[in-house]
């Protein structure tokens, strides 16, 4: 029986100063060094204040352009690294005897290490830039493993789960003023972004807000109308943004989270038969899928829907002949430019392109093993959490963002640290 959440009066005090504190980091310079020193007061709270203060950052560095002011990502970007390298860092040896003498944490440190001197050995046998290489491979690694280990720590995860899904539900209302207007559709005047810079980036955030906002449903019983509402919202936010990618994996994601949960079978199978209906009545209605085909085509010939993804195999193809084994290093682009190097990441479009791009055919089956692995290094892989874990995988199908250590790369490790953690705790409770 799952244990309900119980929220004081001090984490809706703690919401409201962030809030204000948000709001005010958006005026000018001065307001947001002083905010940033402010929310420096989270650290108090020990390995989840540390958590909570990347998420928003990671956050605050994604506001649209049309609401914040310029030159602030500087200073955001500077925050993010001494947050996760020096302050994750210091948590981390206060608590070194905790988490390396827990075995699912000791085999996430493990696996990861040994993936990661796997690709160093390949760049530095195969690549024309390895120090570069190395350094990407350092800069996704690092901050993968000290987040995964901080959630490690956190004494009861379920309260950040409700944490990041109240913030996700602000990022849903606040975006919701900005339907109708222009700085909502500022990139391209055509897909919803809401109060962030891109409307890709907007569909990967709801496709994993949405998905955490699920599951924090499961662990706490107060305001579900009210979260449930909010999830509505949230989802035609997401299909404005027309994100196909983002559309399906939320599709997928809403399937296993209704196999997973903790319900009756009879509503399981109520809600079988509904989605089955609903299928059927798609199929057998002209105008909802003239709707669905003109979503998938994004207003472009249906020839031209994929055009993007063309040029992606293009490279992947170029990779393939010229070093298909080991790959051209870790984070190294095909053409190798000094542009393309002077980024700390390459999109590549696809997590599996980029793979076979960096590392090779080799590389790919190693990320794979490495997947499977992380998985299964619970106990009870297969519940509700794990559909967390999976959406970071769906969405890096279509935006390829797990490489990118300090901006949307965050939200997955944070994620994967919360399916870990749950792991951690089924285990310690079958043993006692």
Known sequence: MQKSIKINISFWIECLLTIILFILSIQNQTLLLITMCCSLLLIKQGEIGVVKLIFLYMMRYFISPGIDFEGSQLFINIMKYVLIFICGSYFLYQSSRQWATNKVMSLFVFGSCLLMTIYAITSLLTSAFPLVAILKLINYFLPLMIIVLLI????????LIFWLAVYIELLIISSSFYINQPIGKLLNGYSFQGILNHPNLFAIIMLMGLTLILVSINYQRQFIICQLIIVAIGTYELVKTNSRTGVLSFVVCVCLYFLLMNMHKRYKWLIFGSVVMTVVIIFMNPFIQERIKAFLVKGQRSDQALYSRYIQIEYLMDALDKYPLFGGGFGIPVNNTSLDLLNFTFEAGNIFFALIIFTGIFGLICYLIYLVFMLFIVQHPFRLTIVLFISTLLVNMGEM????????????YILWGIYLKEGMELQHESKL
């Open 401 to 412: 963002i797990m490489f990118s250590s300090t901006n949307a790369g965050i939200f997955c």
């Open 152 to 159: 490690s720590q956190i004494k009861d995860f379920k309260k």
